[in-house]
């Protein structure tokens, strides 16, 4: 038998701008059965309303619902309910849960939360990210993105953005909302939450696997297509363009550096540490599907990169490459910082830490 206290549990993180409808999204994913063996901290507690769900309190932070799961209120620091959480859970007094979702507050941004769970040496022995859920108010969508930076910030960390409201806004609208999300964040599916019938991320999780199919998706962003929602048509990625009219104000956009030959692992984490150094705070994600040079590998070892903010995940490496294309792509989502002076930085750091025999890797800006 596995001793839980070697296991590393996924943790989930649902966010989104205030109203959006995050307590209602949480409600159904807790109503199905497959949501047992979930552990939830919600910072507005007493807001969820789940008693039509509850088994009973386990104390006065706790309750159980009667599918299995737990919620509890998130009081201080998140790294001490999570410890405290997992402290009851091996001491028997919690069910033996496999999973956790944060649920952030309105006005909060993903990073920090990734960063608590990426950053201490003890809790990323007992947790790790899984996804980020980022709930989208259609009706007031385009006044948040122009007002609230928080807004951005949610919208680009996600890996799975939930509309809401879709119901009540005209068919413009929407069209307008989606292009938007599509500019600025490509790498993250869409998905109608008033609609959706199933929640992929509770499968996704219950094998205790990562499963945001990271490489499937820049091989399509790199494409050109999106993922669509469920009965759409693709929406088309608008690599390497900007649409003013929809990002005016934010100064926020996305594009991918496409990479031809494999790339040297030095070079690149050196450029990208100097980079996320001098350019945390504009950098709002970076995603990309990469080829590192490696004995064995004629195409590079294909290796998945994550990062938002001043952040970097630990790299993926795959087994192998997703498709027939095996060039490097990295897509950034960005705010304030041009996709000229990012070129120009990489192409500069390049020529100098190339190795001589192989010259400059040849970069594009879209597949």
Not at 82 to 105: D, H, K, N, W, Y
Not at 255 to 278: A, D, G, M, S, Y
Not at 297 to 311: E, N
Request: net charge negative; charged share 20%.
């Amino acid at each position: 038998m596995t001793d839980i206290a070697f296991e590393v549990l996924p943790v989930g993180i649902l966010t989104g701008f205030l109203g959006s409808g995050k307590t209602t999204l949480l409600r159904r994913w807790l109503q199905g059965s497959a949501a047992g063996d979930t552990a939830v901290l919600i910072n507005e507690f007493g807001d969820v309303g789940l008693d039509h769900l509850l088994v009973g309190a386990i104390d006065a932070d706790t309750v159980l619902l009667d599918n299995g799961c737990i919620c509890c209120s998130i009081r201080g620091e998140l790294k001490e309910a999570l410890m405290r959480l997992l402290s009851r859970r091996q001491r028997g007094e919690l069910p033996a849960f496999r999973r956790v979702l944060i649920e952030t507050t309105g006005l909060a941004t993903p990073g920090p939360v990734l960063g608590t769970l990426l950053g201490d040496t003890q809790l990323r022995h007992h947790f790790r990210p899984a996804f980020v859920a980022t709930v989208v108010d259609a009706l007031h969508a385009e006044r948040q993105q122009a007002q609230h930076p928080e807004w951005i910030a949610q919208v680009a960390a996600a890996d799975t953005l939930w509309l809401s409201k879709t119901d009540l806004v005209a068919p413009g609208q929407a069209t307008r909302l989606l292009a938007l999300l599509a500019d600025l964040n490509p790498v993250a599916r869409q998905l109608d939450a008033p609609s959706a019938a199933s929640v992929p991320w509770l499968d996704d999780l219950a094998d205790g696997a990562s499963r945001d199919d990271t490489a499937g998706w820049i091989a399509r962003v790199a494409a050109g297509t999106l993922r669509p929602r469920a009965g759409a048509s693709p929406v088309p990625a608008r690599i390497g363009g900007t649409h003013a009219q929809q990002l005016s104000g934010t100064g926020a956009r996305s594009f991918c550096l496409v990479f031809e030959r494999p790339l040297e692992w030095f070079t690149l984490t050196l450029w990208l540490t100097l980079l996320v150094h001098r350019h945390g705070d504009r950098l709002l994600r970076i995603k990309g599907l990469l080829g590192i040079a490696a004995d064995g590998f004629a195409h590079g070892q294909p290796t998945v990169l994550h990062g938002i903010g001043h952040l970097m995940h630990p790299p993926e490496h795959l087994a192998d490459w997703p498709d027939d294309d095996r060039r490097s792509r990295l897509v950034f989502i960005v705010q304030g910082l041009s996709e000229a002076d990012v070129r120009a930085s990489w192409e500069a750091f390049e020529r100098f830490y190339a190795p001589r025999e192989a010259g400059p890797n040849p970069l594009t800006s879209k597949a």
